[in-house]
């Protein structure tokens, strides 16, 4: 939940320079600062590349949100529900 991308390894250039993969992302951060600018930085490079919001990588911001294990435990269920289809899954479904 804390991803660091360009600290000894910048992600953001190999995200541009290297063929696309087959991988969804899930990006977050708080706003302001707590990685808001790099984490936006590399949602745009996805786009460029490709990748589609909501679909191949999903990007979420949290005003004024900690950088901690407690506020990442509030919202752990997220990048779960991204990964495993439930959020596509209740796109889909028929309300009645």
Same mark, same amino acid.
């Given at each position: 939940?804390? =991803?660091?991308? =360009?600290?000894?390894?910048?992600?953001?250039?190999?995200?541009? *320079?290297?063929?696309? #993969?087959? /991988? @969804? $992302?899930?990006?977050? *951060? &708080?706003?302001?600062n707590n990685?808001?600018?790099?984490?936006?930085?590399?949602?745009?490079?996805? +786009?460029?590349? &490709?990748? @589609?919001h909501g679909?191949? $990588?999903?990007?979420? +911001?949290?005003?004024?949100?900690?950088?901690?294990?407690?506020?990442? &435990?509030m919202r752990?269920?997220?990048?779960?529900?991204? $990964?495993? &289809? /439930? +959020? /596509? @899954?209740?796109? #889909?479904?028929?309300?009645?």
């Amino acid at each position: 939940m804390s =991803s660091t991308f =360009s600290y000894k390894d910048d992600l953001i250039e190999r995200l541009l *320079s290297e063929p696309t #993969r087959d /991988a @969804r $992302f899930y990006l977050d *951060s &708080g706003w302001p600062n707590n990685n808001y600018e790099v984490i936006t930085e590399t949602a745009l490079v996805l +786009v460029s590349r &490709g990748w @589609r919001h909501g679909c191949d $990588f999903i990007n979420l +911001v949290f005003p004024h949100a900690a950088h901690d294990e407690k506020a990442w &435990g509030m919202r752990l269920h997220q990048p779960v529900q991204f $990964f495993t &289809g /439930a +959020v /596509a @899954r209740a796109s #889909r479904a028929t309300i009645t």
